[in-house]
Structure formats: C-alpha cells, structure tokens
C-alpha cells in the first residue's frame, strides 16, 4: 500500500513539472505581447497647469473703531434719578395675576399630546405633557410658557396661543405661537 501511494504522488509531481518546462520552452507568444506593447507610441504627459502669484492683504482695520464698544460711554445712572416709566396705554403683561402651573415651563419643554371633544358646547380641550411626563388638560382662556402664553384656540391638530414678549426698546408686542400635536410636526 505504501509503494502505491508513493507512485501516485512521484506521477502527480512528474505532470506538474512537465507543465511548468512546457509553459517556460514555450514564451514566444508572451515575447511578442512585450515587443507589441513597446513597439506602440507612448502617451503624452500634460505639464503642470501654472500658478497664480500669492498677493499678501495688509489688513488696514486696526486703526479703525473698536466696533463693539459703544460710541457713546456708559454711565452708571445716578442713585436719586427716577427709573422712567413704562409707556402709559400700551399693551402689557399682567404681572398681578395669579401664574398657572404650565407658566413654569418654556414652551419648549410642553408637548401637545392628545385632544378631548366635548359635544356638550361643541370645544376641544389640548392635553398638553409637560417636562415632568404629567399631562394636563388646557382650555381656551388658559396660560401656558414664559412669555405669558394665552390660549385662544384649541383644535384637533394644534393649540394656538398669544404671547407677550419685551420689543427691545422698553415696551410689549403680541407674538403668536402654535403648539402642534406631537407626531404632526
């Protein structure tokens, strides 16, 4: 059994040896596909595209106003002046009232999570979620954020609501807001 195995393996390497002497006598078709190839005219190499100069800025600014320092100087207000009054008839937040729950809360944090329909006078309540996961049920009249947000519509898709936010020059403007059903935006 031995010397049979032995003959099958001196067989199996005499045909790959004489494969790999055949493919080495036998390289005239490999030595033509070189001599073609170099025989064929060789590609043209483009030359490096030119370079704009380098023109250097001299920043003139310097010399020029601080641009965030007032032109004015500030002074501290004199401890006797009296501090001036808020103009007199225009709109402003009541800040007497007695704050709801939800005022504690930037609208940010609130979401609209549901409605309630009441058949009895035709109104849809919001149940607003707020940052706590506790959901509230706010009606039409109801406040809610911190820029005296009242509620003056609620509907199956959104709360529509008007805020009271500072101008920026020491008076009140009315802003509008919606606060949409969560999953609608």
């Known amino acids: 059994m031995l010397d049979y195995s032995k003959g099958c393996f001196l067989l199996v390497a005499t045909l790959l040896l004489t494969g790999c002497v055949d493919w080495v006598e036998d390289k005239q078709d490999l030595v033509q596909f070189v001599n073609k190839t170099k025989a064929k005219p060789s590609g043209k190499i483009e030359p490096l595209p ?3 100069p380098y023109h250097s800025f001299v920043y003139e ?17 004199e401890e006797n002046a009296e ?8 709109l402003q937040p009541d800040q007497d009232r007695q704050k709801e729950y939800l005022e504690s809360f ?9 409605t309630i329909y009441r058949v009895e006078d035709d109104t849809f309540w919001a149940l ?10 706010v009606g039409t009249g109801a406040f809610m954020g911190l820029d005296f ?7 199956e898709q959104k709360v529509v609501l008007s805020e009271i936010v500072t101008n920026g020059r020491g008076g009140w ?9 969560s999953g609608q935006e």
Do not use: C
């Open 106 to 114: 930037p609208l940010e944090q609130l979401k609209m999570v549901g």
């Open 61 to 77: 600014g310097a010399s020029m106003r601080e641009p965030f320092l007032a032109l004015v100087p500030y002074s501290e207000p």
């Open 128 to 137: 607003i979620q707020d940052n706590n996961s506790e959901v509230h049920r």
């Open 149 to 155: 947000g009242l509620v003056i519509q609620v509907d």
């Open 173 to 181: 403007m009315k802003r509008s807001r919606n606060l949409v059903l």
């Open 83 to 90: 501090e001036p009054a808020p103009p007199s008839g225009g």
């Open 50 to 52: 030119e370079f704009k």
